[in-house]
């Protein structure tokens, strides 16, 4: 007999759609895991009032014992002053709570999986929180050395060589040796999701993958080298492809993931295939993590016309992932 995952999910800031998508994904549950969702109990009541919805929660006592849905409500928002699509300190600090108690589960083996509704940078800003978003945050309080961040939608997967930095910087950091370290530990990773024998396809930089130094030599001084490399080492690595084709074929099911070596080269290509259904994975921690690939959105909150299924995606692929995901040992901190 097969145990069903226990899935924790955060209900994200409580005046953005976080707590509208996590209501109206419970409603729409029918994924082979048991839900706990984390947040606050009134905030949640309302989101299903706004959207005419009916949940039987039980209240959390651990270790969780049925298929739920749970609820840990930590009662942590004062309705004297909340409203939705409206930034506060208060919620940003309500936010950071959810995820704390989110990743205290995990590490204590309470729950195998965690999904995060969307938080507010400016927010956690204002609650005086040390971090820039929910990366840094998982990365820090499970205590791993780094973090990686994979985009699925669909059968295509991709990973991020760099992400949060201008242009100009993410270009300078494409050197060779740093690829050969990075695709290394996509290989890892991708056989900790269960691929074996991975075959990666890396995107080019430039227009028409350089065109042989014509248009740029980053792919014949860096990244065919850091190819070649590794292929000589008898992993199934390709490219450079020009980064206007790759992700068409990856999707495809031509390769099972692609090196992105700029935040909005990924991007752009998976939210074009599928923007509500493409999920981020953060991989490197104790725990599989995955969250819909989203912001807050303020401007519609508390409206009941936010779409969930980002946020059901990353909840179905949580639980996919939950039972056969382990840290490599190499990448646990000291």
Same mark, same amino acid.
């Given at each position: 007999?097969? =145990?069903?995952?226990v899935?924790?999910?955060?209900m994200g800031?409580?005046?953005g759609?976080?707590?509208?998508?996590?209501?109206k %994904?419970i409603?729409?549950? #029918?994924?082979?895991?048991v839900?706990?969702v984390?947040?606050? &109990?009134?905030?949640l009541q309302? @989101?299903? *009032?706004?959207? %005419?919805?009916?949940?039987?929660?039980?209240?959390?006592?651990?270790? /969780?014992?049925?298929?739920?849905? !749970?609820?840990? #409500?930590l009662k942590?928002?004062?309705?004297?002053?909340?409203?939705f699509?409206?930034?506060s300190a208060e919620?940003g600090?309500?936010?950071?709570e959810?995820?704390?108690?989110?990743?205290t589960?995990? =590490?204590? $083996?309470q729950?195998?999986?965690?999904?995060?509704?969307?938080?507010s940078k400016?927010a956690?800003?204002?609650a005086?929180i040390p971090?820039?978003?929910?990366?840094?945050?998982f990365?820090?309080?499970?205590?791993?050395?780094?973090?990686?961040?994979m985009?699925?939608?669909?059968?295509?997967?991709?990973f !991020?060589f760099?992400?949060?930095? @201008?242009l100009?910087?993410?270009?300078?950091?494409? *050197?060779?040796d @740093?690829?050969?370290a990075?695709?290394?530990?996509?290989?890892?990773? /991708?056989?900790v999701l269960?691929?074996?024998?991975?075959?990666?396809?890396?995107?080019a930089?430039?227009?028409?993958?350089?065109?042989?130094?014509?248009?740029?030599?980053e792919?014949?001084?860096?990244?065919?080298?850091?190819?070649? +490399?590794?292929?000589?080492? $008898?992993y199934r690595?390709?490219?450079?492809?020009?980064?206007d084709?790759?992700? !068409?074929?990856?999707?495809q $099911?031509?390769? #099972? @993931?692609v090196?992105?070596?700029?935040h909005d080269q990924?991007?752009?290509?998976?939210k074009?295939? #599928? !923007?509500?259904?493409?999920?981020?994975?953060?991989? &490197?921690?104790p725990?599989?993590?995955?969250?819909?690939?989203? &912001? %807050?959105?303020?401007d519609?909150? $508390?409206?009941g016309?936010?779409?969930?299924?980002?946020?059901y +995606?990353?909840?179905? /692929?949580?639980?996919f992932?939950?039972?056969?995901? %382990?840290?490599?040992?190499?990448d646990?901190a000291p």
């Open positions: 007999m097969v =145990l069903k995952p899935v924790a999910l955060t800031d409580p005046a759609i976080g707590p509208e998508i996590v209501v %994904t409603a729409s549950w #029918d994924i082979e895991a839900p706990l984390i947040g606050d &109990g009134g905030v309302e @989101a299903q *009032k706004r959207n %005419t919805l009916r949940i039987a929660w039980r209240e959390a006592h651990f270790p /969780l014992r049925g298929d739920g849905p !749970f609820l840990l #409500d942590n928002v004062d309705f004297s002053s909340f409203s699509g409206k930034i919620t600090r309500a936010s950071y959810y995820i704390q108690r989110a990743i589960l995990a =590490l204590e $083996g729950v195998q999986g965690v999904v995060t509704a969307p938080i400016e956690l800003h204002r005086g971090f820039i978003g929910h990366t840094e945050i990365q820090s309080l499970s205590g791993v050395r780094e973090a990686f961040t985009f699925q939608v669909g059968e295509l997967r991709v !991020f760099t992400r949060h930095l @201008a100009r910087e993410a270009i300078a950091r494409i *050197k060779k @740093a690829l050969v990075f695709l290394r530990k996509m290989m890892v990773f /991708l056989g269960r691929i074996s024998e991975p075959r990666i396809a890396v995107a930089l430039n227009p028409h993958a350089g065109e042989g130094g014509l248009l740029g030599r792919e014949e001084e860096e990244i065919s080298p850091a190819v070649l +490399e590794l292929q000589k080492e $008898g690595v390709s490219g450079p492809y020009p980064a084709s790759v992700f !068409f074929f990856a999707s $099911g031509k390769f #099972d @993931a090196l992105s070596l700029y990924g991007h752009i290509a998976t074009c295939l #599928d !923007f509500y259904r493409t999920v981020s994975v953060t991989l &490197g921690l725990f599989i993590r995955t969250s819909p690939d989203h &912001g %807050t959105a303020f519609i909150a $508390g409206q016309v936010a779409r969930h299924e980002s946020m +995606e990353a909840s179905r /692929l949580a639980a992932y939950a039972l056969s995901y %382990t840290l490599p040992l190499q646990q």
